[in-house]
């Protein structure tokens, strides 16, 4: 059984920092592209980072230079640094792992962990 869970996630003050972790277990992670997601209230969910499976990163522009994606293929778990955070990076953030072989899909979620940047 495949599970992927995060955690976290908290109330922070703006401009503070928190590390959000992705743990899964029933898969080989290091097979898994990684997706860091988030949806705020009223708002559709978005992409916010995601790393290959080769290292390759990628990030929404509005947390360029303030977040960081990482992986730890060896402990089957992701990271996201969130740094100099700010009210509109509230959100339920949501980590997805995926992968593609031989034409079938493979593709997780987990049930998210609610980020409040406020003072």
């Known amino acids: 059984q495949v599970q992927v869970v995060e955690s976290g996630g908290g109330l922070v003050q703006p401009g503070g920092s928190l590390r959000l972790s992705c743990a899964a277990s029933g898969i080989i992670l290091s097979d898994y592209v990684i997706g860091w997601y988030r949806q705020a209230p009223g708002k559709e969910r978005e992409l916010v980072a995601a790393?290959?499976?080769?290292?390759?990163?990628n990030y929404v522009d509005s947390v360029k230079g303030r977040f960081t994606i990482s992986r730890d293929d060896a402990k089957n778990t992701g990271y996201l640094e969130m740094n100099s955070l700010k009210p509109e990076d509230t959100a339920v953030y949501y980590c997805?792992?995926?992968?593609?072989?031989?034409?079938?899909?493979?593709?997780?979620w987990g049930r998210g962990t609610q980020v409040t940047v406020s003072s």
């Open positions: 790393i290959t499976k080769g290292g390759r990163i």
């Open positions: 997805n792992v995926r992968h593609s072989w031989l034409g079938d899909e493979y593709d997780y």
